[in-house]
């Protein structure tokens, strides 16, 4: 147990649904972050949150879209996705030079 | 972009044995860390390392920095069943990470 949780721990969706990716961290850090972990590729980072803005868009598709609402909590709201897309997705928080990362969520893109 | 290196991508070994795996780039670290991720789990942190040429212990697992600050190894002695899992080395810059390929380690009983 990390402090960081991550909800759904597995999703399916089509590609016409939209669906959402929830984070939350127990340990009062002040930045936050979406990785994406596939199989053909090293842990990609995707978005970072500091102090609840985002600092860091590593060229992500539009379909992927993230949310900050306050420095306990993110979100990733996937629409249209491609079958490409599915992949391990994994939150983290950290305050200093260590991040701590959630369990991950497994997506399948159908 | 920084590409890490990571090798050898799979390793399977018996109980008992020793082990090294290797992390390697072209250009210089500012410094470097260790994870390792479980099934199921997301990576987590085993060390941080800045200085070149620095050796940390952490019970079984030896680290090393190369001189040069490009490379890095982790070496584990007398391998368990429990340390099986993927081990991830990551660039550190600043708050943001960038990880190389990994290395899957099966350690058999």
């Known amino acids: 147990e990390t402090g960081v949780t991550q909800t759904p721990r597995h999703l399916v969706m089509g590609m016409t649904n939209k669906k959402s990716l929830k984070c939350e961290q127990h340990l009062g850090h002040n930045a936050m972050y979406w990785y994406k972990q596939s199989a053909k590729k090293p842990l990609e980072l995707m978005f970072v949150?500091?102090?609840?803005?985002?600092?860091e868009n590593n060229s992500v598709p539009s379909r992927f879209s993230p949310e900050c609402p306050n420095s306990s909590h993110l979100f990733l709201h996937l629409h249209t996705l491609q079958p490409e897309d599915s992949a391990l997705y994994l939150c983290?928080?950290?305050?200093?030079?260590?991040?701590?990362f959630g369990p991950g969520t497994r997506l399948t893109v159908l | 972009t920084q590409l890490l290196e990571q090798s050898p991508q799979f390793l399977s070994i018996q109980e008992g044995e020793n082990l090294t795996v290797y992390c390697n780039s072209s250009?210089?670290?500012?410094?470097l860390q260790w994870y390792r991720q479980e099934p199921g789990e997301g990576p987590v942190l085993l060390v941080t390392v800045v200085t070149g040429g620095e050796v940390k212990k952490l019970k079984r697992l030896t680290f090393q920095f190369g001189d040069a600050r490009k490379d890095s190894s982790l070496h584990i002695t007398a391998a368990q069943p429990g340390d099986t899992g993927l081990y991830l080395c990551?660039?550190?810059?600043?708050?943001?990470?960038?990880f190389g390929g990994g290395t899957r380690v099966l350690v058999k009983p």
């Open positions: 983290a928080s950290s305050q200093e030079n260590t991040q701590y």
């Open positions: 949150y500091s102090l609840e803005e985002r600092v």
């Open positions: 990551a660039r550190t810059a600043g708050n943001k990470l960038t």
């Open positions: 250009s210089v670290f500012s410094s």
